[in-house]
Antibody, heavy 120, light 109 residues
Framework: EVQLVESGGGLVQPGGSLRLSCAAS????????MSWVRQAPGKGLEWVAT????????YYVDSVKGRFTISRDSAKNSLYLQMNGLRDEDTAVYYC?????????????WGQGTLVTVSP | EIVMTQSPATLSVSPGERATLSCRAS??????LAWYQQKPGQAPRLLIY???TRATGIPARFSGSGSGTEFTLTISSLQSEDFAVYYC???????????FGQGTKLEIK
């Protein structure tokens, strides 16, 4: 059974940093592109970042470029999102998601999400 | 940048009836369109990809159609568990960018 379990969310002040983790199991993690998608309270879905299987390609939504870094560790079957310079508008539930196929933005499995709250 | 627009924002339908949700792209995305269902407090679930292909385990009452800029998700006979928010998503862009519509809330009439 495919499982994606996020952790690391919490309350952080504006300008602060946080590192999210996603533990993957039930599939060959190293074979898949992975992404982070977020959802602000009461709002829709927003793609945040995507990383290739070997980490050689990474893509970000414009609003987080230069502040967020996506990474992965295939030995630990884990995905990460380092978030620096956090802003109020980064408050959201952050989901880890698996791409259904290469260079795909179709997400066939999602984690349960971890809440990040940016507030003074 | 391709902008996805869903309509209506809210759709009220009675159980057992048909629901039709629309999604429009600001430019052609070919058939690279997916639909997701999200229930309160849950992660999204992939329903449809390739505009019309049901994902694994999705009931046949869910169907997708369209190509280019106009797409439709149809739920043929609404069950209680189908009341949720539905998002369309284009994946024609690469490198990726904004891809999701704003969602349609399907509520019980």
């Amino acid at each position: 059974e495919v499982q994606l379990v996020e952790s690391g969310g919490g309350l952080v002040q504006p300008g602060g940093s946080l590192r999210l983790s996603c533990a993957a199991s039930g599939f060959t993690y190293s074979n898949y592109w992975m992404s982070w998608v977020r959802q602000a309270p009461g709002k829709g879905l927003e793609w945040v970042a995507t990383i290739k299987q070997d980490g050689s390609e990474k893509y970000y939504v414009d609003s987080v470029k230069g502040r967020f870094t996506i990474s992965r560790d295939s030995a630990k079957n884990s995905l990460y999102l380092q978030m620096n310079g956090l802003r109020d508008e980064d408050t959201a539930v952050y989901y880890c998601a698996r791409a259904a196929w290469d260079t795909s933005m179709v997400f066939d499995f999602w984690g349960q999400g971890t809440l990040v709250t940016v507030s003074p | 940048e391709i902008v996805m627009t869903q309509s209506p924002a809210t759709l009220s339908v009675s159980p057992g009836e048909r629901a039709t949700l629309s999604c429009r792209a600001s430019q052609s995305v070919s058939s690279k369109l997916a639909w997701y269902q999200q229930k309160p407090g849950q992660a999204p679930r992939l329903l449809i990809y390739g505009a019309s292909t049901r994902a694994t385990g999705i009931p046949a009452r869910f169907s997708g159609s369209g190509s280019g800029t106009e797409f439709t998700l149809t739920i043929s006979s609404l069950q209680s568990e189908d009341f949720a928010v539905y998002y369309c998503q284009q994946y024609n862009d690469w490198p990726p960018g904004d891809s999701f519509g704003q969602g349609t809330k399907l509520e019980i009439k």
